[in-house]
């Protein structure tokens, strides 16, 4: 009910809106018609009176003073105007202001309304006619005053005369003409003054019956509360010398601070009896006292703690070894006729059981050794997995680090200079590497008979993330490409150096598959590493720092080869970079040639390097190795047994040779001899070959037919030439280490002369 209620109040109050407005506008034109009307009578009076003064000036011969009021009229004209302007304006401003409160005239009833609203129209009419009638009264007394001031002698001649002129004032009055009149506008300003104040006057009394004051909101101007006793106290004697202090009192505590020291106590034994149960009596108070830590000092500590236990490590293994007759007096069974000594490693650990060996690979002092998923398989967690083991020549008791890969691993490689990075290519296409920096931690741990291993996943790696620039063929080979700055990383035993000595890795890495398609990789080294992974590489694992970055492509295989290889008639199996120039590199083939080719620049001469015969012949090219004293020369090994020896200035080989059984499973160049390089065959024969003593067969050939060998690799270092010798992996699984005797470690004065001698022959 009261919002129907409140509906039809409002309701009324819009149609009496709409009906005063409309009421408005008809007092508004009726206004105006009434203005126009008076302003019509004006002009007919002054007209009149103009015209009577135009006269009387004409006769009495003033025509300066005509031209004076003529002007003077003219400029209270345009002041009468103004005025009338402003007069309209202030009306229009007082409507625009009485508009606003047309909402609240709403409450007011309509036949008060109406009846005010009656009277408005009356009042302007009426005082229009007082002020035509004044005008007129002023016309009349102007006249009969210059009548008056006329001279009576003016004859009755003159007066006939002003008959005829009359017809003459019509034309007069339409020029502009000067003539004394009365002044109105001091009269009209009054008038206009006397208006606007009546109209504020009812304005402001239409108003005050509508504004009210608003008591329903009511404000606090003073909020004077009771004081409290502690006020009251505060406000009499708070400022009277003192301070207010608060302190916390523990009534129960019965410490208490006194001047003396404490006595210190310690309990001792005593012979009979002793009550106490302590072993040795307790320490004093002052053992007690607070140790400063220095965490930067207790890593560097630990970091020397643990190198020194590697060191421990090393020289109980050799001590060890010396005992039990392994190293240089090991059995004749074990011992080969080269050898001056060997040694096993320890592949008897559970999860290298019954796992083969594909490829073994050594860097000074530091093994490789890649072993293919097992024979066998059952539920182990790593069965299924290539495993990449890192040992330590002197240490051979268990591999320093473990790697695992998903996928078949076809070739690997060492960084250059410090064996801290491992790099492999795969069957799939991949390229992959592995930080032997990382911490442990931060890795898959499994304990296996009671002991925990470590097993480290990639840290980066090409899958799915490069596909655009990657392999779609297995991989065949994965060389680091060498550099000055490479070759002048040395070190004694690489893997106990330091992290911070290691950091800062970058360097070029090339990898090439069976289609010829060579791929150039930058490697680079993150200064900090994220545990959160990196939101731009998906390759690279969480908390790894070392990526790469795929900098170049070039198909070393031209278009007819390339057609060929699309068949499968055509393959690249293996990559060599000059070791003297990174810019020039060299693969092998499935057809007996080795394509010499450049990163970039000219095409490189010669092309090929093929056998004494001419043409080529459907033959593997399973190694090329250049020889670490004379770059320029290089081996390469066959799948026929083959063996040539080349200088890369001449495409004929310098040399060939036909002894071995089988195709070439590895060929190296000795570390220490420039003229020595060992040989292994499928057949599992084993041939050390000379180049001083003879050039046209091995001096040694070893045919090892109980555990046949399955790879081979040269290991040594320049500087300490009484351990250099070879590895050799068997099928079984086994790895064991062959040490030369003086004869093949140590060179001969003059041997690299006698070499190159040979060569130039």
């Avoid at 539920?379 to 998903?406: F, G, H």
Wanted: charged share 30%; hydrophobic share 30%; proline share 4%.
């Amino acid at each position: 009910d009261e919002r129907r209620h409140r509906g039809g109040e409002s309701t009324e109050r819009r149609r009496r809106e709409l009906e005063r407005r409309d009421r408005r506008n008809d007092i508004e034109k009726r206004e105006e018609r009434d203005r126009r009307e008076r302003d019509r009578a004006l002009e007919g009076a002054r007209y009149t009176y103009d015209s009577r003064q135009t006269f009387l000036c004409f006769k009495s011969g003033h025509n300066e003073e005509h031209r004076r009021q003529r002007e003077e009229k003219e400029r209270r004209r345009e002041d009468r105007d103004q005025q009338v302007e402003g007069e309209e304006q202030v009306e229009q401003e007082y409507e625009d202001d009485f508009e606003e409160y047309e909402e609240d005239f709403e409450e007011m009833e309509e036949s008060e309304n109406e009846g005010e609203e009656k009277k408005e129209p009356q009042h302007p009419r009426a005082r229009w006619k007082k002020e035509i009638e004044a005008i007129q009264r002023a016309m009349d007394e102007e006249n009969s005053r210059v009548e008056s001031a006329q001279s009576p002698q003016m004859s009755k001649d003159q007066e006939d005369e002003r008959k005829p002129s009359r017809a003459s004032e019509k034309s007069q009055t339409q020029a502009p003409h000067r003539r004394s009149f009365i002044d109105f506008v001091a009269a009209k300003q009054r008038e206009v003054s006397r208006k606007v104040t009546a109209k504020q006057k009812k304005r402001s009394a239409e108003l005050l019956r509508l504004i009210d004051l608003d008591f329903s909101v009511a404000f606090s101007v003073l909020d004077l509360p009771p004081v409290n006793q502690y006020d009251m106290y505060i406000r009499s004697f708070g400022t009277a010398n003192t301070r207010q202090a608060y302190t916390q009192c523990n009534e129960d505590n019965v410490d208490r601070d006194v001047q003396t020291e404490e006595t210190e106590i310690s309990q001792r034994w005593t012979q009979h009896p002793p009550e106490h149960g302590g072993a040795c009596g307790e320490a004093p108070n002052k053992a007690h006292s607070e140790i400063d830590f220095d965490s930067q000092r207790l890593t560097s500590f630990l970091q020397s703690a643990s190198q020194g236990y590697k060191v421990m490590v090393v020289l109980l293994e050799e001590e060890q070894a010396e005992r039990e007759s392994l190293r240089r007096h090991g059995s004749p069974a074990d011992t080969m006729s080269f050898s001056d000594g060997s040694s096993r490693l320890n592949t008897g650990i559970p999860f290298l059981h019954g796992r083969g060996v594909s490829q073994v690979l050594a860097q000074r002092n530091t093994l490789m050794t890649v072993h293919v998923p097992a024979a066998s398989h059952s539920d182990a967690l790593l069965d299924d997995c290539t495993l990449i083991c890192i040992w330590n020549i002197w240490e051979p008791s268990r591999p320093q680090k473990v790697l695992v890969y998903e996928s078949e691993v076809r070739c690997c490689c060492f960084s250059p200079g410090k064996a801290t990075l491992v790099f492999a290519g795969t069957s799939v296409g991949s390229v992959v590497l592995w930080d032997l920096r990382e911490c442990a931690s931060d890795h898959y741990r499994l304990t296996i008979e009671e002991e925990e291993w470590t097993f480290r996943q990639p840290t980066f790696s090409t899958d799915a993330v490069m596909a655009s620039s990657g392999h779609f063929s297995p991989v065949t080979s994965i060389e680091a490409v060498p550099s000055a700055a490479a070759g002048e990383l040395r070190s004694e035993v690489p893997l106990l150096a330091s992290q911070e000595e290691s950091s800062g890795l970058s360097f070029q890495l090339a990898s090439l598959d069976e289609t010829g398609l060579l791929n150039i990789w930058v490697v680079l080294e993150d200064l900090k590493a994220n545990q959160a992974g990196s939101p731009s590489d998906l390759g690279l694992r969480p908390g790894g720092k070392v990526r790469l970055l795929h900098s170049s492509s070039i198909l070393t295989v031209d278009r007819s080869s390339r057609d060929a290889a699309t068949t499968g008639f055509f393959q690249t199996l293996h990559l060599k970079f000059l070791p003297t120039d990174s810019n020039h590199f060299f693969t092998g083939t499935n057809m007996g040639l080795v394509n010499h080719g450049t990163s970039h620049g000219l095409k490189a001469t010669p092309r090929f390097y093929r056998f004494q015969e001419v043409g080529a012949r459907p033959v593997d090219v399973t190694q090329i190795h250049f020889s670490p004293f004379k770059q320029h020369l290089f081996l390469v090994g066959c799948g026929d047994g083959s063996v040539r020896l080349h200088e890369v200035r001449n495409e004929q080989p310098v040399a060939e040779w036909r002894s071995s059984r089988g195709p070439v499973v590895a060929l190296q160049w000795s570390h220490t001899r420039p003229g020595l390089f060992c040989v292994l065959d499928a057949a599992s024969n084993f041939y050390i070959w000379d180049l001083l003593k003879s050039t046209t067969q091995p001096v040694i050939t070893e045919k090892i037919h109980s555990d046949r060998v399955t790879a081979m690799a040269a290991f040594g270092d320049s500087g300490q030439n009484l351990y250099s010798g070879v590895v050799l992996a068997h099928q079984s699984g086994t790895i064991e280490l062959q040490y030369f005797t003086a004869g093949f470690s140590t060179p001969s004065p003059a041997e690299v002369e006698k070499l190159e001698s040979m060569v130039n022959q």
